[in-house]
Nanobody
């Protein structure tokens, strides 16, 4: 099964940007629906951005425009760029993968059996 390791989190001031990385243990390009989720303290884990096996991206409606999901095939790495960070973006960000060759079916965590350990993003005002 694919293994995922996130990195790139940290503490930033409001208005700044971050690029999160997710290194996969195998080639995920056009094989796995990949996604970024986040979980803030006391809140449920929510889907942020999705990259389907046909290359189509989608985003949580409220976050669209500030988040960019992309993949570098040669490096088996998934990225999440977050611009104009706000304190409410503070959360642990997780990389996730669906079952091989399954299309992204929705933002439910139940659709993603493979998870990284998460990387903390803290935004100060």
């Amino acid at each position: 099964q694919v293994q995922l390791v996130e990195s790139g989190g940290g503490s930033v001031e409001s208005g700044g940007s971050l690029r999160l990385s997710c290194a996969a243990s195998e080639d995920t390009y056009r094989r796995y629906c990949m996604a970024w989720f986040r979980q803030a303290p006391g809140k449920e884990r929510e889907g942020v951005a999705f990259l389907d096996i046909n290359g189509i991206t989608s985003y949580a409606y409220s976050l669209k425009g500030r988040f960019i999901i992309s993949q570098v095939n040669a490096k088996n790495t998934l990225y999440l760029i977050i611009n104009s960070l706000q304190p409410e973006d503070t959360a642990i960000y997780y990389c996730a993968a669906a079952r091989p060759y399954y299309y992204c079916t929705g933002p439910s965590t139940a659709d993603f059996p493979y998870w990284g350990q998460g990387t903390q993003v803290t935004v100060s005002s």
